[in-house]
């Protein structure tokens, strides 16, 4: 159980999973000036249903463009994202769209959904032409840096399924939870050991610093202070 809005077991009620996203989304466009912001998508007429507790929703990063930086270098190869219409000309000077064989450029969306069984956050996302046309995960993984690729071939923690999205119906990938529970209860217990206890307010920066990494998308280390 969390106490005093701390994490101790590795897992998070829906109340604290709602404080966490705006944590993390606040934090994020706090540090990621650079980078589209994380909005916050709430479920009227699920919390409508609800008596004294926080608006259920879940956090949302849509219609993105993966570019690769040309000046990286492949020890520090990850994705940057801009979004359709606020492209900055300085980034796109010093990067490429990723594209198919058509030339046409590649669209992703990422949700962070509460999951009710597991009592943990899980990444939901997609990928899609400009048409709509849906991406494999063969051709999504094209587009993921070398780095994310091995990640997802030898971590433990880490597999991709695809099933309904809990709240769109419709297909999505996601990064499985079974073993979100166990390497955030470790976290949280280093913590502990530390001296401190893991505040729920960084539940989902400390999570995104693992999960994001397997889908390219890095957070900046002042983001866990």
């Known amino acids: 159980m969390n106490s005093a809005g701390a994490v101790s077991d590795g897992r998070l009620t829906a109340e604290d999973f709602s404080v966490a996203a705006r944590a993390f989304a606040d934090k994020w466009k706090t540090h990621n000036q650079s980078f589209p912001p994380w909005s916050w998508v709430p479920l009227i007429n ?67 959904v509460y999951s009710a069984s597991y009592k943990v956050p899980v990444l939901y996302f997609r990928g899609y032409c400009s048409d709509g046309q849906p991406l494999s995960l063969d051709v999504i993984k094209k587009d993921l840096p070398s780095c994310s690729v091995s990640l997802l071939a030898e971590s433990k923690w880490t597999f991709i399924t695809q099933e309904e999205h809990p709240y769109l119906n419709r297909p999505w990938f996601k990064l499985h939870p079974c073993g979100t529970e166990d390497w955030i209860k470790l976290l949280s217990q280093s913590s502990i050991s530390a001296g401190c206890q893991m505040p729920v307010e960084l539940y989902l920066v400390s999570w995104f610093s693992v999960v994001g990494q397997v889908v390219g998308l890095r957070i900046p280390l002042e983001m866990l202070n």
């Open 46 to 112: 699920r919390t409508l249903l609800l008596s004294n507790q926080q608006a259920e929703g879940y956090l949302s990063l849509e219609k993105s463009i993966i570019l690769s930086s040309l000046e990286e270098s492949p020890e520090d190869e990850s994705l940057h994202l801009a979004t359709e219409c606020s492209e900055k000309e300085e980034s796109v000077d010093h990067a490429i769209l990723v594209q198919n064989q058509e030339n046409e450029a590649h669209y992703y969306d990422f949700h962070l």
